[in-house]
C-alpha cells in the first residue's frame, strides 16, 4: 500500500510564498515520475510541474519562473516552492506519484494525495 500524504497549503498573499511537500510511504523500491496538479471548482484539473527520478523537470507556463519543483529520492519526497504567487493560483494542489515500484513489480496506475488547499489574496 503506498500513501501520498501533503503538507504546506495556506492562506497567502499575492506576492507572497509557499512550499508544498509530498511524501511518498509504503513499499517502494523507485518511483519514476513526481509531480503536482492543481483544480479549481469548474475547471480542469491542470498539471503544474513534474520530475523524473533522474530530476528532468517540467512546468505549465503559467508557473516558470516563480515555482520550482524538487525532490529527495532517498526519502521519496517531491517539493513544490512557489514564489511571487498570484490570486489566479488559488486552488486545491494534488501530488502524484507514477511509476512506482516495489521490489517485485510496478504499479500500471499512478498514486495520488488528497491534496492541499491554496489560497492566494489579492
Known amino acids: 500500500q503506498v500513501q501520498l500524504v501533503e503538507s504546506g497549503g495556506g492562506l497567502v498573499q499575492a506576492g507572497g510564498s509557499l512550499r508544498l511537500s509530498c511524501a511518498a510511504s509504503g513499499s517502494i523500491f523507485s518511483i519514476d515520475a513526481m509531480g503536482w496538479y492543481r483544480q479549481v471548482p469548474g475547471k480542469q484539473r491542470e498539471l503544474v510541474a513534474a520530475?523524473?527520478?533522474?530530476?528532468?523537470?517540467n512546468y505549465a507556463d503559467s508557473v516558470k519562473g516563480r515555482f520550482t519543483i524538487s525532490r529527495d529520492n532517498a526519502k521519496n519526497t517531491v517539493y513544490l516552492q512557489m514564489n511571487d504567487l498570484k490570486p489566479e493560483d488559488t486552488a486545491v494542489y494534488s501530488c502524484y506519484a507514477d511509476g512506482v515500484c516495489d521490489k517485485r513489480l510496478c504499479h500500471e496506475y499512478a498514486h495520488w494525495g488528497q491534496g492541499t488547499q491554496v489560497t492566494v489574496s489579492s
Open positions: 520530475i523524473t527520478g533522474g530530476g528532468r523537470t
